[in-house]
């Protein structure tokens, strides 16, 4: 299907309809760009970040995780520079008090919301950590944040993972988790908001190796894009100029996407080089130099940054597994089927168990094979409406593959399996199902 076609409408409709992504609060008429995930939606989101976990920690003999906390020490922020330039331009309208970030608006042009004109205040900067308090009192000594990115942590705790790692430059440490700014202009469905979740790498170097582990870094991003399913044709590099690096940053490249809201980040790259490592130690008073055990040089590791968000990428692969054909068949001559085409390793439902009917001689063999197979992979079972229309329904949710039940089964001992993408059925033996599954995924 052509890209140009995929609507946010769409993916927005479909999202909520088949329990991918909800809006927060709903029934309290929900939160500006607050979004919950629905039943197949955190089988995804956690799919998508099991394949991040096994592919950049697992398989790796350089790597290590961490799971560090939410709320940190404020002085980790002002070393980071966070409390004094994490910030945007913000102006308002005096007319309708609608806030705007100043670098994204018009600011001649008339208020979005109240339609007048010349009516925006000066831009002042509006720091985007969100704040909060330690302990009972709401004053500046308790004052506290959330973080605003996951990777300071790493930093932070460099001196523990070394040392009981006991891993060598170059090596790399890996966070999963939630993150929060408190953004001025959120939007587009789940691609920026106030609360988020990234998947990010700190890969500690020699300061002469950056570049050759800089483009290595590069080239496992787009790996992992090929693992979930992310159009390589819609990905595109940009290399951020040198005055609009950010002030940690040497390098950095952003992997961008074509979004039917336009191209936009998806990831980024950055060479960070000494800076974490040397401000922390500058702040902390502790002595952060790595000693080779081979060489006896003593050096602060520079950093490559490779910074994956969990909602873009769920985004992203949305709509590069949505698809849309008109199908001449049985199952519905000249319908257009909506697939999914997700690919298998993340698909939120991997079978679907359907018997023909709801009579109970059917669902004595179905539910056994249900449960049997949902020891090795997440299943579905379905009873309801007819077959052709169920079949549509685990198209559109992206099941790689239906299992029918029918009459003929109580004689036969076999299924009749239904490929999503090719719709071709095979007869397979129920005792043989666990085998001819593995063989697949």
């Not at 985007?128 to 506290?144: C, I, Q, R, Y």
């Not at 229309?389 to 099941?399: A, L, N, P, S, V």
């Not at 089964?409 to 239904?418: H, N, Q």
Request: proline share 5%.
């Amino acid at each position: 299907m052509e890209h140009s076609k995929i609507t946010m409408e769409k993916i927005v409709s479909l999202a909520k309809t088949r329990g991918f992504v909800f809006p927060g609060s709903d029934i309290y008429g929900g939160l500006a760009n607050s979004w919950d995930y629905g039943p197949l939606g955190v089988e995804l989101k956690n799919n998508i970040k099991q394949t991040w976990w096994k592919m950049f920690v697992q398989e790796r003999l350089d790597m290590v995780g961490i799971d560090a906390a939410l709320i940190m020490n404020p002085k980790v922020w002002e070393a980071s520079g966070h409390v004094a330039t994490f910030s945007d331009p913000l102006v308002e309208c005096k007319t309708c008090h609608e806030r705007y970030r100043a670098d994204q608006i018009d600011l001649g042009a008339p208020c979005v919301k109240c339609g007048n004109k010349g009516t925006f205040t000066d831009p002042a900067s509006f720091n985007l950590m969100m704040k909060t308090w330690l302990g009972p009192k709401e004053d500046a000594s308790a004052v506290a944040y959330f973080r605003p990115e996951t990777a300071q942590a790493m930093f932070v705790d460099f001196p523990n993972v070394i040392t009981s790692s006991r891993k060598r430059v170059p090596f790399g440490m890996a966070q999963i988790g939630k993150a929060f700014r408190n953004e001025i202009t959120p939007g587009n469905f789940i691609f920026r908001t106030r609360e988020f979740e990234q998947m990010e790498i700190e890969y500690f170097v020699h300061p002469s190796d950056w570049e050759k582990f800089f483009e290595e870094w590069l080239a496992n991003m787009y790996k992992f894009m090929d693992r979930v399913g992310i159009d390589a044709a819609r990905s595109h590099n940009l290399e951020v100029a040198k005055d609009e690096l950010a002030h940690y940053s040497k390098r950095t490249v952003d992997i961008e996407f074509d979004y039917p809201f336009g191209r936009k980040e998806l990831y980024g790259l950055a060479y960070r080089t000494d800076f974490d490592l040397s401000t922390h130690a500058k702040y902390s008073g502790s002595n952060i130099v790595y000693t080779d055990p081979m060489t006896n040089e003593k050096y602060v590791p520079h950093v490559i940054e490779p910074s994956f968000g969990v909602d873009r990428t769920l985004l992203a692969v949305l709509l590069s597994a949505y698809d849309e054909e008109t199908v001449a068949s049985e199952e519905g001559e000249g319908d257009t089927r909506v697939v999914l085409r997700f690919k298998k390793e993340i698909a939120p439902i991997k079978i679907a168990i359907l018997p023909l009917s709801k009579k109970e001689e059917l669902s004595n063999v179905a539910r056994p094979i249900a449960e049997a197979l949902a020891k090795y992979w997440r299943v579905d079972y379905d009873e309801t409406q007819s077959i052709g229309k169920r079949y549509r329904r685990q198209d559109e949710i992206g099941t790689p593959y239906c299992v029918t039940v029918d009459f003929e089964s109580l004689e036969d001992k076999a299924v009749t399996i239904r490929d999503r993408d090719t719709m071709k059925q095979e007869r397979v033996p129920i005792a043989e199902l666990e085998v001819w599954f593995k063989k697949q995924f």
